[in-house]
């Protein structure tokens, strides 16, 4: 499954909007969906700089490097559990990578509109 950066602001229902800058899954949406989405510049597949080029990762990718998870995409798709069990840690620590990963290197800031 192919991690997203959201370019435009993208409505998910009628009560959910995901803001331009996140970083997302969009396993929902189906093949065509996908590519009318990159054809408007909703959308674009994320590309990432490897793991241990973020500070404080280093160490962190080395053990998801032994644990055969190879790159941004391969570890925020990998199931936390499976992961955990792989590093010896904690599902909710493998979560907190995550996030980490997600909300402080990958999520573009919002701008402020004037």
Do not use: C
Not at 1 to 25: E, F, N, Q, T, Y
Not at 45 to 56: E, N
Not at 93 to 109: G, H, M, S
């Amino acid at each position: 499954m192919a991690m997203w950066r959201v370019l435009k602001p993208l409505s998910k229902g009628h009560d959910r909007i995901i803001p331009a800058g996140s970083v997302v899954a969009l396993e929902w949406l189906n093949t065509d969906r996908l590519e009318k989405l990159q054809q408007v510049g909703a959308i674009s597949r994320l590309t990432a700089p490897p793991l241990h080029k973020f500070p404080g990762w280093q160490t962190r990718s080395k053990r998801l490097n032994r644990a055969g998870v190879n790159g941004v995409e391969p570890f925020l798709e990998a199931d936390n559990e499976w992961l955990a069990e792989k590093l010896k840690l904690k599902p909710d620590t493998v979560a907190r990578w995550k996030e980490e990963l997600i909300d402080r290197y990958l999520t573009a800031p919002q701008r402020l509109r004037r």
